[in-house]
């Protein structure tokens, strides 16, 4: 199960959110390329990156992805946060990103075909779900599709990896939603990566039992609640 740290970038430097709140900032975490060029130091194999800002606004902020990517040296960066469009994804992967997650875009059957069609593993579509339904636009605007619902659709149109969070565990350390994860496991049969409310060494003891992919772990890693060695020995 792979290990991904959370750099999670709002105003040009990393902080966590609680539920994804923008004004619920529970972290400062400073420069993002300084955060990046740490976590490759203490072993990662992988970052997960989101432009909040990009997220909020429907569009990626100019240059994030660059400099993460130059301070991650060969470390692969995925990336999420506005890519809407068929060009922002170009884009993205053209500043060095290894993969470019989608959430809203997802919605759209026609552009979700279109991206999966074209991208294939270089594309994970985000599943972000509050109270069983798909949230969209930076958390913000709600849906009437169940996570399930979305991850069957993902599974038709050939998308080749999910990832799966719960909204309200985001930066809560009270655990990943095992439920929610394996509903759509269930429903998806693709590789799924997990987020939100990861604490403990125990939580991803849990994720790599149930069969996940690889688990992205943000306010754990940031608070010291574990270390990202000690993670990677799990």
């Known amino acids: ?26 972290v400062e975490g400073g420069d993002p390329a300084k955060a990046a060029a740490r976590f490759v130091r203490e072993g990662a194999h992988y970052l997960h990156l989101v432009d909040l800002d990009g997220a909020f606004a429907g569009a990626p902020t100019q240059g994030l992805v660059e ?6 040296c060969d470390v692969p960066v ?24 989608v ?8 552009c979700l075909r279109e991206l999966a069609e074209h991208y294939g593993p270089r594309l994970v579509v985000a599943i972000d779900a509050r109270d069983g339904r798909v949230v969209a636009k930076g958390w913000v605007q709600e849906s009437q599709i169940e996570a399930t619902e979305l991850a069957q659709s993902c599974a038709a149109a050939g998308v080749a990896r999910l990832l799966v ?52 772990v943000g306010s754990a890693l940031w608070l010291g609640k574990f270390s990202l060695a000690q993670a990677l020995a799990v």
């Open 165 to 216: 969070t719960s909204t309200r565990r985001d930066g809560s350390l009270a655990g990943p939603d095992i439920r929610l994860l394996d509903e759509v496991m269930a429903a998806a049969q693709m590789p799924v990566l997990a987020a939100g409310g990861i604490g403990s060494l125990d939580d991803l003891r849990r994720l790599r039992e149930l069969g996940c992919d690889g688990a992205v």
């Open 103 to 110: 959430g809203t875009a997802a919605l759209d059957p026609g």
């Open 67 to 72: 400099s993460v990517v130059e301070a991650a």
């Open 78 to 101: 995925q990336v999420g946060g506005g890519f809407r469009t068929r060009e922002a994804v170009e884009a993205g992967l053209a500043a060095g990103a290894a993969r470019i997650i």
């Open 1 to 26: 199960m792979l290990i991904l740290p959370a750099l999670d970038v709002l105003e040009g430097r990393c902080v966590r959110l609680a539920e994804g709140r923008r004004e619920q900032i529970t």
